[in-house]
C-alpha cells in the first residue's frame, strides 16, 4: 500500500488544498463547477424549504390542538412548590443572614418584601372580587368580563402584623421578622381534600423544639376559595394567597435552621428530588 | 534487506574450509573453542520476532483520534464539575457523571479493541517449532548427543534420515543423503546433497544443507545390501538468526506490517470526523462566547458538541462486522488473523498464487500414458472420480507389471481401508505415484510383487538414470528397467505395439520422440519403461548389482508414463471467478517454468489462447527478439530473468502481461514481484506455504497461508490461513469481503445520520436559548446501546447484485465514507431526523405547558436553580426541580424520536440503489430482530422505575411515541425516490449527487 500512503510535506499539502479550493484547468472550486454548486445550493434550498414548511405546518397543528386554558398535561406538577420572601441565596439555598444593629443589613430584605406586597394593596387588587366562602371556589362558567373567571381578592392587610401597614419594617430591627411564604399555582389542583391547607415552621432535624411563631392569617391557612386556579387565560388577575410568619424567639448570632411546611392533602414535602415541593428550608441568623 | 545470500562456503576446498573456521573434519572442534563460540555467537535458534510491549499496544487503543476527542471532553467534564462545585452549584454532578461516562466509554472500546488485536496476534506461536530439539555432534573426536541449540559454526555434525537439519550445513561426506527443501525454496522434489560443489548459488549447490529442511528417511531395502542411505557428516558454517531460514525469518520481521485498505478508510473518515467536531466544537464555542455565556459554559457546550458529534459507537460496530464477517468466513475454511483482513481480501485487484499445494494437489500423479503409440490420460481428479482409459491392451499388462515390479516404494502398514490416494507411502515422489496409479488401476500390489519375487536390484543413481531389477516368474524370469525415457530407449531394441513386439525401427523412434516431447512440454515429468523375458537362472540371487546393466541390454519397449501434480479440481473454476470479478491471478513459483507454465494453462491463468512470446516467436518462426511483447498475453519470467532486470521493467512487464507466470523465483524476487504489483496501484493477495514465503506474506496488502501445508512462520507472516489450502476458498473470501466493504458502508451511513439530530439541540440550544432537547448520557446510549444492534444488523443484509462481476474497487476513488454519503445522511436524513426530534419536542413542551414561542429565550430563567417559581405559558408556577423532570421529558421524547426515525433509516439502508421492495423487507431476519430490540430497548429506558434519576429518562406518554413517524415514513418515501431516480438515470446529476 506503499502507493496509498506515501508522506506529503506541509507545501504539497498546501498545495493540494489550493488546488481543491480553485483548480484552473478543471475550472472546479472545492471539488464542484461553478454551475453544479449553484444547482446543488438550489436542491438544498427546496429541500429545506419544504422541510420548514412541514415543521411549520406541525407546530401550527400543534397550537390549533392545544387547549388554551388548561395544559394537556400536568405530568411534572403533581404537588405545588413553595417560595419564601423575602429570599437570599446562599451557598447553599435561602440564606438570610443580618445584623439588627446595621441597618443596610435589613433594609434590603424589608424592601423585598415591600415591593412583593405591591402586588396585594386594595389598588392592586381592586378587579378581584371578596370571597367569604371556606371551600373551593368552584367556577364551571365564565362569569368574570371579558370572558374569564372570577379570582378572590387577597390583600396585603390580611397579613395583619406582617402587612407592613402597621409595621413597615416587618419586625426585622427587633429580630422578630416576618416572612411571607407562598405557594406555586398549578390550574385545577386542590390543595387539603376540603379543609385548608396550613403552614407550619419548625426546626429542621429538631421538630419537637419549640420554635415561637405567630401566623397571618390566623393558623397559617390558606383559604380555600382561592382554589382551584383556572389558568393565566381564565383567571388574568389572579394572585397567590400568601401566609406571613413571624418568629417572635430567635437565639441571636447563631445560624437556625428552619423549614416550613404546607399541611394538606395532596401536598407532599416528602420528595427527596425536590427541596422546594410542599416546603421551603432556610437558614436565618441575626446577629446584634 | 533484499541482497541474495552471500555464502561462498560450498566453493571452498576442505582443507580452506578447515582452516577458515579453525576445526576439523576429523576430530571435530575442541570443547573449549565450542563453549567460546556460542558465547560468543549466541545460541543456534531464531530469535522471535521482537513485539510492541503490550501495554503500549494498549495505550495505543486508548489514544487514538477520536478516543483523544473524548478524553478532552471528559477533562472538561471533570474541570466544570470542579468548578461548579467549588461554587456551590447544585446539579453539577451531572457533569460529573458524564465525565465516568466518557471515560468508561473510551477504556471499554479500548479493552475491547485490545482484546481483538490480542487475539489476532496469539494464534500462532512463532518459530519455535523450527528448532531441533538434538543434535550429533563430533568434538575432539567423540561422538556427542548435544541440544541443537547449543551448536557453533565449525562444529563437525552427523545427520540421518529424518532429522531435521540443525544448522547451515557444509557437507562433507554423505550416502544417499536427501533434503526436503520445500520450506526454503517451495520445490517439493527431494534434493540430493553430496560433498560437491554443483551450482554458483549456495541454494542450488547440492553440498550445503539448510537449517530446518529435513532429512529424508530412505526408503527401504529389505533385501540389498546398498550402504544404509540417508546420512552425511558435515560442517556447521553458519547458526541461529545467520542461518538462511533466519535471515529469511528476519526479512520477515524486517518487512512492515502493511495498513490495510479499510484501516485507511477508518481514519481517513475518523480523521475527518474529529476535524469536523473540533471545528463545529470551536465555532460553537466562539458563538457561545460572543453571544455573552461564560468561559465555563461556553468550553462545556464544546464538549458537549464533541459527544454530540463523535460516533462513539462506529469502531465497535466496524469491528462487530467485521469479526462476523470473519466467522462467517472460518465456516468456509478462511481464518482470519486480522480482521481488517476481511475487507483487504474484497478490495484485492492481484492474487499472487503458490503453484504447489496452493493451486496443485502437491502430489504427483499419473497425468498420462503412452503406449500403443497413444497417449492415453490417466485419471487425475482427487477423488478418482474421472473417466479411466482403456485397460484392455496387452501392451498396458506388461506397462502395468513393470510399473508394479520396478518400483521400491511402498505403504506403509495397516492401511487397507484407507483410500488410495490418502495412504501413507515410504518412497520418493514418483515412485508414490507409480505405486498408487498401480494399486488404483491394476489391484494389490504387494500381491502382484508377492508372485514376482525379487532376485536382484539395482537402485536408482544419478549417472545411470534408471533403476531395474530382476525377478522369478515360475520358469523364467523377469527383468524390468524404468528411467530417463531416452535412456530406456537405448537399451531397447524391440518395442511393444498391441501385445506384438515389433522391432523398434526409426519410424517408432520418431513416434517415441513426438510422444516424449509432447508430454514433456506439458510440463509433466515423462519416465520410460521397458521388460525382457530371461530363462531361469540368468540371474543368480545376490548377483552384484552394478553387474546387472550387462544383462539389461536387447530390451521391449513397453510405453511412457508421465506424472505431474495435477491442479485441484475447484481451481479453474475459482480462477475463472477471479477472472470475472477482475481480479488478476498471477503464479509465483520455484519450480520449473515448463511445469509452471503446464498447471498455468490448466487452471486457467494462462487463458486458453493466449500465447507467451516464446509461442508467438515459435509460430511466427522468428527469433524471440523480433516478437513484440504486446502480441503475447501471457508471460512466464524465470527467476534468472528477473535477476538481470534493471529496476522499473518488471513493473511495465506486469502492465504489458496480463497473464503472468513467475517460476524458479526465490524469496526476495517473491517480495520484489509483490512491491512492483503494489507499485501498479494493485492491492495484492499472496497465497504461500514456506518459510520463503513470509516475507512476501507480510509484505503483502493480504498474506494467505496455507493450513496444511503451511510452516509455522508463513502462519505466523500471514493475515489468513486457509484451512483446506485451497485457492477456490479465496475466492470465497474476495466475495466476502467485498460484500462487508458494501455493508459497511451502509453501517457508516446510519450510524453517521443520527449524529445530526443529536447535533442539532445543541445548536438550538445555544443560539436560540430553549431549555435543552437532548443530554449527553442520552446520546451515549443512542449511540452505544440502541444503535449497535441494529447497525451491526446491516452486515447480514445481502448483496444488491452480482458483486463478483464488478471490477475490485478503486483504493483511490472508491472510498468508504464519501461526500455523497455523508451529505446525504448528515444534511438530507440526518435534517427531517433533526426535524421529526423537534416536533416531538414541541409538542411535548406545549401539552406540559411551555408553548413553543415561549420557550424561545427561556434558558437563562429555565437554568436558574434559584428560580422556583417559573411561570408557563398557563400562569402555572414551576420549580427548579420540576422544570428538570420536565427537561429529562424532552430528552426522552427526542430520544425517542430519534429512534423511530432511525427504524427507518436502517431500513432505507438495506439498499443503495434497489428499491427496498426489491430486496425484501424482512428478509433480513437478524436486521427485523434488532429494530425489535432497538424498541424494546427504548421501552426498558423509558418504563423502567428509578430511570429518571439513574440515566435521565423519563416514562412519556405514549403518544409521544407517534408524533416522529410520519416523518420516518417521509424518510422511507424520499430514500425510494432518491433510489428510483438513481436506478432510472444512471450518471445523471442526481445520481452523482445522491447516490453513495
Redesign the interface.
Known sequence: ?????EKKTCSERMENFRRFVWNPETKLFM?RTLI?WV??SL??LA??VV?TG??AL??YS??RT?NP?????????KS????LRP?V?G??GLQIYYNTSENKTWERLVTTLQTFLTAYTPAAQHLNINCTGDKYFIQDTFDGPNNTKLSCKFTSDMLQNCSGITDPTFGFPEGKPCFII?M????KFYPGNGTAPRVDCTYVGDESRPLEVDYYPANGTFNLHYFP?Y???A?PT?SNPLVAVKFLNLTRNVELKIVCKIIGAGITFD?V?????GKVEFKLKIED | MKKEMDVDDHKLELPDLEAKYSTSITKGLVGAVAAERLLRDGPNELRPPRGTPECVKFGRQLAGGLQCLMWVAAAICLIAYGVQEGQGDRGSADNLYLAIALIAVVVVTGCFGYYQEFKSTNIIASFKNLVPQQATVIREGDKLQINANELVVGDLVEIKGGDRVPADIRIISAQGCKVDNSSLTGESEPQTRSPECTHDSPLETRNIAFFSTMCLEAGPHPDTQASPAGTATGLVINTGDRTIIGRIASLASGVENEKTPIAIEIEHFVDIIAGLAIFFGATFFVVAMVIGYPFLRAMVFFMAIVVAYVPEGLLATVTVCLSLTAKRLARKNCVVKNLEAVETLGSTSVICSDKTGTLTQNRMTVAHLWFDNQIHTADTTEDQSGQSFDQSSETWTLLSRVVTLCNRAQFKAGQENIPVAKREVIGDASETALLKFAEVTVGTVSEARGRFPKVAELPFNSTNKFQLSVHAAGDRQLLVLKGAPERVLERCSTVMIKGQELPLDAQWREAFEGAYADLGGRGERVLGFCARWLPAGTVAAGTDPEALPEVAVGLCFAGLVAMIDPPRATVPRAVLKCRTAGIRVIMVTGDHPITAKAIAAAVGIISEGSETPEDVAARLRVPLEQVDPRQARARVVTGAELAGMEPGVLEGILRAHPEMVFARTSPQQKLVIVESCQRLGAIVAVTGDGVNDSPALKRADIGVAMGIAGSDAAKNAADMILLDDNFASIVTGVEQGRLIFDNLKKSIAYTLTKNIPELTPYLIYITASVPLPLGCITILFIELCTDIFPSVSLAYERAESDIMHLKPRNPRRDRLVNEPLAAYSYFQIGAIQSFAGFTDYFVAMAQEGWWPLLCLGLRPRWEDTHEQELQDSYGQQWTFEQRRYQQYTCYTVFFISIEMCQIADVLIRKTRRLSLLQQGLFRNHILVIAIVFQVSIGCFLCYCPGMPNIFNFMPIRFQWWFVPMPFGLLILIYDEIRKLGVRRHPGSWWDRELYY
Do not use: C
Open positions: 500500500m506503499a502507493t496509498l500512503n471539488g453544479n444547482w446543488i436542491y438544498y429541500f429545506y422541510m412541514l415543521f406541525s407546530i400543534l397550537m392545544v386554558y388548561e395544559p394537556d398535561y400536568q405530568d411534572q406538577l405545588p412548590g413553595v417560595t429570599d441565596y451557598d447553599r407562598k406555586n399555582r398549578i390550574i386556579y389558568g393565566k387565560k383567571q389572579y420528595n428530588h425536590d427541596p422546594y415541593e
